[in-house]
């Protein structure tokens, strides 16, 4: 059975840091996702990696601020998100595709994690 657990959430205030992590079991996926979505508003892409490492994308508003990596061994993906502002605040959830492809799309995935809140204060 796979399962996508989520960790390192928190709150930090504007300016600082928090490193998301994601455990999988089951499966080492070819893609693996980030999105967050936040009170009232859909879920938005923010980051993905291929299963080398060698593929990343990343949704304009997080670019040069949050890096997506990927350790095959422990089955597990990171978001590491600095210079953190208030409007990064929302429920950030782990995503993992079968196929080969990035998508953005969230119906393109096809686990999802249960979420990490990520709350930046001003």
């Known amino acids: 059975q796979v399962q996508l657990v989520e960790s390192g959430g928190g709150l930090v205030q504007a300016g600082g840091s928090l490193r998301l992590s994601c455990a999988a079991s089951?499966?080492?996926?070819?893609?693996m996702g980030w999105f967050r979505q936040a009170p009232g508003k859909e879920r938005d892409f923010v980051a993905a990696?291929?299963?080398?490492?060698?593929?990343?994308k990343f949704a304009d508003s997080v670019k040069g601020r949050f890096t997506v990596s990927r350790d095959n061994a422990k089955n597990t993906v990171y978001l590491q998100m600095n210079s953190l502002k208030p409007e990064d605040t929302a429920v950030y959830y782990c995503?993992?595709?079968?196929?080969?492809?990035?998508?953005?799309?969230?119906?393109?995935?096809?686990?999802w994690g249960q979420g990490t809140q990520v709350t930046v204060s001003a």
């Open positions: 990696v291929s299963n080398s490492g060698g593929t990343t």
């Open positions: 995503a993992a595709r079968r196929g080969t492809v990035v998508f953005t799309t969230p119906s393109m995935y096809d686990y």
């Open positions: 089951g499966n080492i996926f070819n893609i």
